[in-house]
């Protein structure tokens, strides 16, 4: 197995939860236990989904610098939203994290997970032969 391939599967087993995990949050009731200890966990591993993408290098597409892509931009996005949407939430201020972190799961699952089904792509492989 490539270092590319270890890297692809590590995003994919990180952040495929995070598609259940954050819809679920999304949904729940705010503010319980619950939500806090699940939400710790999806910040978790949306970070480490962010930082996992950054080594791995666009292969459809414009190149910059070699490596990245545009899609790498939702990588920015995740490590920019996190921490400022737990900022906000510790501050108090519940509106500001519930705007980043529908932004976020907009932006970086349902919008960055499409682009993934793009042709090239390894999953628009799999699902579409």
């Known amino acids: 197995m490539?270092?590319?391939q270890i890297l692809m599967y590590l995003h994919l087993a990180s952040v495929v939860p995070c598609?259940?995990?954050?819809a679920f949050l999304l949904f729940a009731t705010k503010g319980t236990k619950n939500h806090r200890g699940i939400g710790k966990l999806y910040m978790t591993l949306m970070v480490f989904t962010a930082i996992?993408?950054?080594?791995l290098p666009a292969k459809?597409?414009?190149q910059f610098l070699n490596h990245f892509g545009w899609i790498h931009l939702f990588s920015l996005l995740t490590l920019y939203s996190v921490p400022t949407a737990l900022w906000a939430i510790r501050?108090?201020?519940?509106?500001?994290h519930k705007i980043k972190m529908?932004?976020?799961?907009v932006g970086a699952i349902m919008i960055a997970g499409g682009f993934t089904?793009?042709?090239g792509r390894y999953l628009h492989g799999l699902f579409f032969g």
């Open 52 to 55: 996992v993408s950054l080594f």
């Open 91 to 96: 501050k108090g201020n519940v509106r500001r």
């Open 102 to 105: 529908i932004l976020l799961y």
């Open 60 to 62: 459809v597409g414009a």
């Open 19 to 22: 598609i259940f995990i954050g």
């Open 117 to 119: 089904l793009a042709p």
């Open 2 to 4: 490539t270092n590319y």
